[in-house]
């Protein structure tokens, strides 16, 4: 079975610093997508960045940046120049690539506080 | 707009009141999926369904019940809800050949 771990329950940074949260995983499988999922607080889940397995390249989206290690099992999030409107709940998950079978894994979320 | 609904937004109730939660989607998704959120929990699956008539468990099924009769609904259905079920709950749809969920917009559910 794959887990999902977020060890930083909570995080705060200054408006226009950049933050890292942290991710790791664990799984079996050779073939999947990585994601991270933003909730603010009116609770919508939000797809933020999207990584497959099989791309070396990091997945970017604006200010928003991953450092993806398959062999380490690691998937970081980095924000960039972050705004007040990041406050939010944040979700690593993980999906085995299966055609048809799309259960995501998450992990327990970091909650991230950017103050003026 | 495409889109995935749910209904009610919040519930309270009390224990053993059967009730049900709606979920519809208009983008002709195959697979649908319920999960529920607990603080320190993060989400965790339900039940999914990969089509009509297509159901099975996920990880936390106990006290739940689904059914997919048309490819849009997939309402889940709690028959004698307890404390323990009080969470938030979502419902996300996707299709067959997709790598993306669309989630709905989450039910407050608290039990009495």
């Known amino acids: 079975a794959q887990t999902v771990t977020q060890s930083q329950p909570e995080m705060s940074v200054q408006e226009a610093e950049t933050v890292t949260l942290s991710c790791t995983y664990d799984?079996?499988?050779?073939?999947?997508?990585l994601f991270w999922y933003k909730q603010p607080p009116s609770r919508q889940m939000i797809l933020v960045i999207r990584?497959?397995?099989?791309?070396?390249q990091n997945a970017t989206e604006n200010r928003f940046s991953v450092n993806f290690q398959k062999a380490a099992k690691s998937f970081s999030l980095k924000i960039s120049d972050s705004q007040l409107g990041d406050t939010a709940m944040y979700f690593c998950?993980?999906?085995?690539?299966?055609?048809?079978?799309?259960?995501?894994?998450f992990g327990t979320g970091t909650r991230l506080l950017v103050s003026p | 707009e495409a889109q995935v609904t749910q209904n009610p937004r919040y519930l309270i109730t009390v224990t053993g009141k059967k009730l049900t939660v709606t979920c519809s989607q208009n983008?002709?998704?195959?697979?649908m999926s319920w999960y529920r959120q607990d603080p320190g929990l993060g989400l965790r699956q339900i039940y999914y369904?990969?089509?009509?008539?297509?159901?099975d468990k996920g990880d936390v099924p106990e006290g739940y019940k689904v059914s997919r009769k048309e490819k849009r609904n997939f309402p889940l259905i709690l028959e004698s809800p307890s404390p323990n079920q009080t969470s938030l709950y979502f419902c996300?749809?996707?299709?067959?050949?997709?790598?993306?969920?669309?989630f709905g917009p989450g039910t407050r559910l608290t039990v009495l």
């Open positions: 996300a749809s996707s299709s067959f050949l997709g790598n993306e969920q669309f």
């Open positions: 799984t079996s499988e050779s073939n999947y997508y």
């Open positions: 990584q497959e397995a099989y791309k070396q």
């Open positions: 998950a993980f999906m085995k690539r299966e055609l048809g079978f799309q259960k995501l894994v």
């Open positions: 983008m002709n998704h195959e697979y």
């Open positions: 369904s990969m089509n009509v008539e297509v159901t």
